[in-house]
C-alpha cells in the first residue's frame, strides 16, 4: 500500500532548541545562534506553508527564559521585534498568525504590532502560524482555570459542567487542531513547559541537530518518521 508521506493538514509543534550551542560551536557568541535561527525560523515557516501544514506553533521564548542574562535577552526580544515587522509581509498570504503567552510583559511597541498582525489576520482560512512568546503551558492552564473560576463566581457557570471542551475553550490554541508531532531539536528529549495540555496524543519526535542547522530536508524527515509511527489513541491500533 501506498504510504502517505505528505505534510499536508498537519499540525505540528516545534522546539527550537540549541542555538546557543551552535553558537559556542562555533566561537561565536550565543546571540548569533539567535540570529542564526531567525533566519531558519523564516524558511521553515515558507516551506511549511508550501506543503499545506494546518497549523505550526514555533516555542519562541519560555516563561522560564527571562532567567537568562540580560545582553542575551536585550537581543532575542530585538530579533523578535525585527521578526515582527517581516510578519506584516504575512498581509499578501493567506495565514493565520496567533501569538501563544502572556503577552503584557512584552515591549509595548511589540504588544502593538503583534494585536495588529493578529487582528489582520484572524479571518484567514490558510495555515495557522501560532508563535509561543513568554509562553509556559502550565501558565496556559492556570490562565484558563482562573477564566472559569471567574464566570462561575459570576454565576455563569455551574463548576459541574465543567468539561475538556470548555478549558480548552480558554487556552491560547482554542479551536484549533492539537498538534500531531511535537519536534524538538538539540537532542533534549524533554517538553520544557511547551503545550502541557494540546501535547496528550502528540508523537514525539527529536533530533540531535541544533536549530540553525535545521534545513527543509530535515523537516521532511520529521514528517516521515511521524507517518511510521502508530498512533493508537489508547486503542488497540490497526
Ligand atoms: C533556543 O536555543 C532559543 C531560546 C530558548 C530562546 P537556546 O538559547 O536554548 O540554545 P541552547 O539550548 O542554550 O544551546
Ligand atoms: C525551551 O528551550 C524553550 C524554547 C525553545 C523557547 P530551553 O533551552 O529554554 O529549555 P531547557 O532550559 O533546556 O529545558
Ligand atoms: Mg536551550
Not at 523578535?80 to 510583559?105: H, I, P
Request: aromatic fraction near 10%; include cysteine.
Amino acid at each position: 500500500m501506498e504510504q502517505n508521506h505528505s505534510a499536508e493538514g498537519l499540525s505540528i509543534g516545534i522546539i527550537m532548541d540549541g542555538n546557543g550551542r551552535w553558537a559556542k560551536q562555533r566561537g561565536l557568541p550565543r546571540t548569533a545562534g539567535h540570529k542564526k535561527g531567525a533566519d531558519v525560523f523564516d524558511d521553515i515557516t515558507r516551506y511549511a506553508n508550501e506543503q499545506g501544514v494546518r497549523a505550526i506553533t514555533y516555542y519562541a521564548f519560555s516563561t522560564e527564559n527571562w532567567s537568562r542574562p540580560a545582553d542575551e535577552l536585550e537581543v532575542i526580544m530585538d530579533l523578535f521585534g525585527q521578526s515582527l515587522k517581516r510578519l506584516y509581509k504575512y498581509r499578501k498570504e493567506n495565514n493565520r498568525v496567533v501569538f501563544l503567552g502572556e503577552r503584557t510583559a512584552l515591549l509595548p511597541a511589540h504588544q502593538k504590532m503583534m494585536d495588529e498582525i493578529e487582528s489582520e489576520t484572524q479571518s484567514r482560512t490558510g495555515m495557522i502560524l501560532n508563535i509561543a512568546i513568554n509562553y509556559g503551558g502550565q501558565q496556559e492552564i492556570t490562565k484558563a482555570a482562573r477564566e472559569l473560576a471567574q464566570l462561575a463566581a459570576e454565576g455563569k457557570l455551574n463548576p459541574a459542567d465543567i468539561n475538556e471542551d470548555m478549558l480548552e475553550g480558554h487556552l491560547y490554541t482554542k479551536g484549533q487542531p492539537m498538534p500531531d508531532f511535537i519536534l524538538r531539536t538539540s537532542g533534549e528529549m524533554r517538553i520544557s513547559n511547551f503545550l502541557l495540555w494540546q501535547c496528550a496524543y502528540s508523537e514525539l519526535l527529536f533530533t540531535d541537530l541544533y536549530w540553525p542547522d535545521f534545513r527543509r530536508k530535515h523537516f521532511d524527515e520529521a514528517v516521515q518518521e511521524f507517518h511510521s509511527r502508530n498512533r493508537r489513541f489508547g486503542g488497540i491500533g490497526e
